[in-house]
């Protein structure tokens, strides 16, 4: 956007400002001048009537700011002397904003809880697994005094050539115990080619996975690539060694590259809790044996989750020969609950906290509260943003700054949730409720990661309040639910048209890759529903892809479905209450309230209000169908298949 755009965008949220005075809306007044000041920081009367409006509300340090911006055309041009704040009336001195606050914050709810299982030095079999690290330990491990719980019981299986899922909290070292022996193994045994593929739960996670390993990786000469429908930087004529993709980007890569997958000696996956169940975990369950198969390789499976129930069910749809290694470790956690992000931000003061995050889930949000009132409270020269808008070059700068600075304050979206190395951060502040328990889990796990305890502040008024204190009570010490032991019928459709866009195939081949999960009978009257569709063609016993599938083009490859409205009804009551897209978490605020998923039905939730007494240790997510759901017969599309995990 260019300037001239950003100064009129700014004028008129100021006129809206002024209206909203007119009719003495003053708080939306604010909110207007702000996004006013965000577009264009040098707008001489969104900033002069903030100084207004706050010197009447009491708050002076504000006030202050915004004269100082209005008087001097903004932040960047306030002289570095010190300044009285300007007043109209007879008022008490105004503290220098650098100072901590004399106000006390308001905590609506504080709790600290201890580890319940806190991770225990042992010396003696550190020094035994880093013996068996000569190349890569330093790489990974040098940084750490000990290991982790899950890196000592992992290393050695993973080093054999077992297929490993290894079970721990967040921010407890699960991919340093998965891709440290993995990294040992592949110079030791003189790995060449694509050797890793490397599965990220979203797309929103591979850069930063990708950065995270390239970090570690590089100095041992080993090479990581990138695979989405974003970034596609894999060297087809000299492969790197390691891979991060997705199931969908991988489906493809089994259809037209498979030359490319005949080096490839290890799966990993990450996250693995967050597919499991989906229709995306179900289509990767099918694409690892279509890699046997089709690509005819023999390759280890090693994943990482967090606390499931039943992870031997988890393991066997994902591997063959499972080992489940699990840690019972972890860190506590401190938390906090404040009604406004100011409160927080005085006790992050007050509480020596010089490195912080403050996460919200847009862009816009971030910027704001960045250029407003993180600068209230912190050195203008210690704050940054850091979200996916940003140029590279930019999120890179403000990464070495969190890393380096002894003061920094980042407003950030999702993109530091997890992989970039920032170094350690005092407090995590939840601005912005993240979109699902895992999200939130991943953001949390940024506090404190060398310390004991994950320090949280997070703000919210009413429902949302109750919510944060349900979650955080649990979310360390809970477990995710076990999937449900069903297969979503629309990935056979998916995968049947995947297959086919490579080459004919005959029946045996989709009774051998769905077998264990889709009888005889249902693949047939599948198969039958697609030839009367003319999504495929037979001749003389082999099946090929039809003119109706060749009309989809690359859609074929993802099963990925659009966004569906959900309609939420309290159950007690019978009442609407609004609607939400899935996937959604079984407990999820709508209008400032708490709810707990009882069940779902078609195009609706069922719900009930979740007070502080509620027992939500445990988490799932409520998915939609996949997107080749409507092409079933319709004798599937109201069931899904039961699954037979040997």
Excluded at 556 to 573: D, F, R
Excluded at 607 to 615: C, G, I, L, P, T
Excluded at 637 to 646: D, F, G, P
Aim: hydrophobic letters at 35%; aromatic letters at 6%; a positive charge.
């Amino acid at each position: 956007m260019s300037e001239r755009e950003r100064k009129e965008k700014a004028e008129s949220e100021c006129r809206l400002g002024a209206k909203f005075e007119k009719s003495g809306k003053i708080d939306e007044a604010i909110e207007a001048y702000l996004r006013a000041v965000a577009e264009y920081p040098a707008h001489k009367k969104a900033n002069y009537r903030l100084a207004e409006l706050y010197e009447e509300k009491g708050e002076l340090i504000k006030s202050s700011h915004h004269m100082d911006m209005a008087m001097h055309g903004g932040p960047a041009n306030i002289p570095k002397y010190p300044k009285k704040a300007p007043v109209k009336k007879a008022v008490e001195p105004v503290p220098d904003k650098r100072k901590i606050p004399t106000i006390e914050p308001k905590i609506t709810y504080s709790r600290k809880i201890d580890p319940q299982n806190e991770e225990r030095l042992n010396t003696r079999e550190d020094k035994k697994v880093r013996g068996l690290l000569p190349l890569t330990g330093d790489n990974f491990f040098g940084g750490f005094e000990s290991l982790k719980e899950i890196q000592r019981k992992a290393v050695p299986l993973i080093l054999q050539g077992r297929n490993v899922l290894a079970i721990s909290s967040t921010a407890s070292g699960k991919t340093e115990a998965v891709f440290a022996p993995l990294a040992e193994r592949l110079i030791q045994e003189g790995w060449l080619g694509l050797s890793i593929i490397y599965i990220s739960p979203t797309r929103a996670l591979i850069s930063d996975i990708r950065q995270r390993l390239e970090t570690v990786l590089s100095p041992l000469g080993i090479r990581v690539a990138q695979r989405d429908g974003d970034i596609k930087d894999f060297d087809e004529s000299n492969p790197q060694e390691v891979l991060v993709t997705t199931p969908e980007s991988l489906d493809s890569m089994i259809c037209w590259k498979k030359h490319q997958l005949n080096s490839v000696k290890v799966v990993v996956i990450d996250e693995v809790h967050m597919l499991d169940g989906s229709y995306r975990g179900d289509q990767l369950q099918i694409l690892l044996r279509r890699l046997r198969r089709e690509v005819g390789i023999k390759f280890n499976v090693c994943a990482m989750s967090a606390t499931i129930g039943k992870p031997e069910r988890t393991a066997a749809r994902f591997m063959p020969s499972p080992n489940i290694v699990e840690s019972k470790g972890g860190r506590g956690i401190e938390y906090h609950i404040t009604p406004t992000l100011e409160d927080s931000l005085i006790w992050a003061r007050q509480n020596n906290c010089s490195k912080i995050l403050v996460f919200c889930n847009s862009p816009k949000d971030a910027e704001t509260i960045a250029s407003n009132t993180l600068k209230y409270y912190f050195p203008a020269d210690s704050v940054r943003v850091h979200h996916g808008k940003l140029e590279k070059e930019m999120r890179k700068e403000t990464e070495a700054f969190l890393r380096e600075a002894k003061t920094a304050v980042c407003a950030c979206t999702s993109t530091l949730e997890v992989g970039v190395d920032i170094g350690d951060v005092d407090l995590v502040i939840l601005y912005s409720i993240p979109k699902s328990v895992a999200s939130l889990a991943q953001r949390i796990g940024r506090s404190n990661r060398r310390g004991s305890y994950i320090s949280v502040a997070a703000v919210g008024k009413g429902g949302l309040a109750d919510y944060y204190r349900n979650v955080l009570d649990t979310i360390l010490f809970g477990k995710f639910e076990p999937a449900d032991e069903t297969f979503d019928p629309s990935v056979i459709i998916q995968q049947i048209l995947s297959c086919l866009a490579s080459g004919s195939r005959g029946f045996g081949f989709f009774s051998d890759i769905f077998k264990d999960i889709c009888s005889t009978e249902d693949l047939k009257s599948i198969v039958t529903h697609l030839m009367d569709k003319k999504y495929i063609l037979e001749e003389n016993g082999m099946l090929s892809e039809g003119p109706a599938a060749k009309g989809l083009g690359p859609k074929i490859y993802s099963n990925i479905a659009g966004y569906e409205q959900n309609l939420v009804i309290e159950a007690s009551t019978g009442m609407p209450i609004g609607h939400v897209e899935l996937p959604v978490d079984n407990i999820f605020i709508l209008s400032g309230q708490a709810w707990s998923v009882k069940k779902k039905e078609e195009n609706k939730i069922i719900v009930e209000k979740v007070d502080r007494r509620a027992d939500v240790a445990k988490f799932s997510t409520y998915e939609q169908n996949g997107a080749f759901h409507n092409m079933l017969p319709d004798q599937l599309k109201s069931r899904k298949l039961i699954t037979e995990v040997k």
